[in-house]
């Protein structure tokens, strides 16, 4: 069984602060960063950007922290409706929504809490809703080296409901299967009828 790639991404040095350029893009829109209300918005619109991308410094070793267990269980895993937020890699706006992760165990599972947390290292990013899904899959797939694993993401984007064509109701539905859930029309079917046994609607 291949070993998980686990690598970090920290950066070795502190990140420069962009509060300075904030202020300056403040300005440019028309506004006075000296007023009252704006004074301190460039240092906490840093902090803020700094929370919503902390994926990058995130090192998955820390997050998984050894919970990986051999088992004899064999049957399907879904985490469902797992909340997300994340920034659009093309407008910095957010899109946000629900995460539903599902592999087929091959002799070794991993602790359910982590996988919400695996799912917030790629969320907290620049991101395009494709990439996401697929990086969830495949951290999942070096992990456990599973039969399956299936991730489904639904979105809704700030810059097509904001801006564009300003469709505030539009959601988007991206997924990525791989193993059984891509080669077995079955095991697919099952995953998606669990996933949509759910009282409240997206």
């Given at each position: 069984m291949p070993k998980a790639k686990l690598a970090s991404i920290q950066s070795e040095s502190p990140r420069p602060s962009f509060a300075a350029q904030l202020k300056d893009i403040i300005e440019a829109l028309g506004e006075d960063p000296q007023r009252e209300g704006l004074v301190r918005t460039p240092q906490r619109s840093e902090k803020a950007l700094r929370y919503l991308t902390s994926g990058y410094s995130a090192d998955l070793s820390q997050i998984v922290n050894g919970a990986l267990f051999d088992v004899e269980y064999d049957e399907v895993?879904?985490?469902?409706?797992?909340?997300?937020?994340?920034?659009?890699?093309?407008?910095?706006?957010?899109?946000?929504?629900?995460?539903?992760?599902?592999?087929?165990?091959?002799?070794?599972?991993?602790?359910?809490?982590?996988?919400?947390?695996?799912?917030?290292?790629?969320?907290?990013?620049?991101?395009?809703?494709?990439?996401?899904?697929?990086?969830?899959?495949k951290t999942l797939e070096s992990l456990l080296n599973p039969r399956g694993v299936a991730v489904i993401c639904e979105a809704h984007h700030f810059c097509m409901m904001m801006r564009g064509v300003e469709k505030q109701h539009s959601g988007a539905i991206t997924s990525a299967m791989l193993g059984a859930f891509r080669d077995n029309h079955e095991t697919r079917n099952e995953l998606l009828s669990l996933v949509g046994q759910r009282s409240n609607g997206f």
């Open positions: 895993v879904i985490v469902r409706d797992i909340e997300f937020f994340s920034l659009c890699e093309h407008h910095m706006l957010p899109f946000f929504g629900r995460m539903h992760v599902a592999y087929l165990p091959d002799r070794k599972v991993i602790g359910l809490s982590k996988i919400p947390r695996i799912v917030d290292v790629f969320a907290r990013r620049l991101q395009i809703q494709e990439r996401l899904t697929q990086q969830i899959a």
